[in-house]
């Protein structure tokens, strides 16, 4: 497989970073999902007016894997008042790891949480968090094996829907 480079997403990448958003979304989810609840999600959650106001979020920032020209995953991280709880200030969300479904067991994930880590040691962060969906065993087993422990559960609300995600940390030091 050819190396996979990770590229900071700037405002002009808004239409990719929609189109991969709105994709891995659907792959990972809409079996598990009615297609209204999913529908509406992906309107709400992908809107060119919500991706505008994350790109332009001093306290945020979006990374692609790529394989030369194609966009093949994506991350999203939040830090200080971005994060969507907890609100603690030395503390880093990612809020999201998504890959192409073609793509999963090859190690973009990975290399994703890899640039995730490294920028949680160059902001100085007491610990990394995240939410995961309790009915996703695959990220669940990825994150334990990356050092992640269950601390709380929140609800996440996809559509009509409510959902129950296992929050999970890792401490920096």
């Known amino acids: 497989m ?12 808004i ?7 709105r994709q891995t979304f659907l792959d990972t989810f809409g079996a598990s999902n009615s ?33 030369g020209n194609d966009i093949i995953g994506y991350l999203k991280l939040n830090i200080g008042q971005s994060q969507t709880e907890l609100l ?6 990612i809020e999201r790891i998504y890959v192409l479904k073609e793509y999963h067991g090859k190690k973009v994930g990975q290399i994703l949480y890899d640039k995730a880590f490294q920028i949680a ?7 990394i968090w995240l ?9 669940i087993h990825f994150y334990k094996k990356n050092g992640f422990v269950e601390f709380d559960m929140h609800i996440f609300k996809l559509g009509e829907d409510e959902q129950m995600d296992i929050m999970m ?3 920096m030091s």
Do not use: C, H
């Open 88 to 93: 603690y200030e030395k503390a880093l969300e």
């Open 131 to 139: 939410g995961v969906w309790e009915e996703n065993p695959r990220a």
């Open 15 to 21: 239409e990719e970073l929609r189109k991969i958003g």
């Open 169 to 171: 940390k890792k401490m």
């Open 35 to 67: 297609d209204e609840n999913m529908a509406k999600y992906l309107e709400e959650g992908f809107s060119l007016e919500k991706l505008t106001n994350e790109l332009n979020n001093k306290n945020s920032d979006f990374f692609f894997a790529m394989i």
């Open 121 to 127: 040691i160059l902001k100085n962060v007491d610990f």
């Open 2 to 13: 050819e190396t996979i480079q990770v590229k900071k997403v700037s405002i002009n990448d």
